[in-house]
T-cell receptor
Framework: EADIYQTPRYLVIGTGKKITLECSQT?????MYWYQQDPGMELHLIHY???????EKGDLSSESTVSRIRTEHFPLTLESARPSHTSQYLC???????????FGSGTQLSVL | GQNIDQPTEMTATEGAIVQINCTYQ??????LFWYQQHAGEAPTFLSY????GLEEKGRFSSFLSRSKGYSYLLLKELQMKDSASYLC???????????FGAGTTVTVRA
């Protein structure tokens, strides 16, 4: 049912590297979100966007940045990865007027 | 913000019923969601309650009491595939951003 894609699914990198996590949706949804989730913990919102050229920081402070140049694309970038960034990153989207979130499969990031 | 509390783990037998409770404290409320998340996978939508009462959808039902800040998800006729984490999430008034609980891991045993 959900047409929202994240790549890569798994990523292992060294400290100091710049990385971009990709998220794309083909549903034409205006709203997109990035959540961070550690094992056994709640999802924390780190970024969201309500439309093109609109991005906001979420409830959990994050050193990552996002951009929304096209409706369907909402990439997340870490300029210099650190071990503390090791986590699962989940992208989600929803359409205006709907409360239902559609999630991507997530990216499991490990920074050594 | 929202304080969302749900049990960490529950175990039940195949064919049984399990009830997962969720309590929340919020400055404003505009709906409560339940999501299912299998290990290593993305959460998937189960239910959405905005008014008090019981919503039934096949083997799964969700209940909401806004005055008590309380919801539960009822899983009936448990199957092995129901082993997963169940996430309670609250939508505040005038905001589209959901706040999630830590999830309840349900283990179904044969």
């Amino acid at each position: 049912e959900a047409d929202i894609y994240q790549t890569p699914r798994y990523l292992v990198i060294g400290t100091g590297k710049k990385i971009t996590l990709e998220c794309s949706q083909t549903m034409g949804h205006d709203k997109m979100y990035w959540y961070q989730q550690d094992p056994g913990m709640e999802l924390h919102l780190i970024h969201y966007s309500y439309g093109v050229n609109s991005t906001e920081k979420g409830d959990l402070s994050s050193e990552s940045t996002v951009s929304r140049i096209r409706t369907e694309h909402f990439p997340l970038t870490l300029e210099s990865a650190r071990p503390s960034h090791t986590s699962q990153y989940l992208c989600a989207s929803s359409e205006t007027g709907s409360e239902k979130l559609f999630f991507g499969s997530g990216t499991q990031l490990s920074v050594l | 913000g929202q304080n969302i509390d749900q049990p960490t783990e529950m175990t039940a037998t195949e064919g049984a019923i399990v009830q997962i409770n969720c309590t929340y404290q919020t400055s404003g409320f505009n709906g409560l969601f339940w999501y299912q998340q299998h290990a290593g996978e993305a959460p998937t939508f189960l239910s959405y309650n905005v008014l008090d009462g019981l919503e039934e959808k096949g083997r799964f039902s969700s209940f909401l009491s806004r005055s008590k800040g309380y919801s539960y998800l009822l899983l009936k006729e448990l199957q092995m595939k129901d082993s997963a984490s169940y996430l309670c999430a609250v939508r505040p008034i005038d905001d589209y951003k959901l706040s999630f609980g830590a999830g309840t891991t349900v283990t179904v045993r044969a």
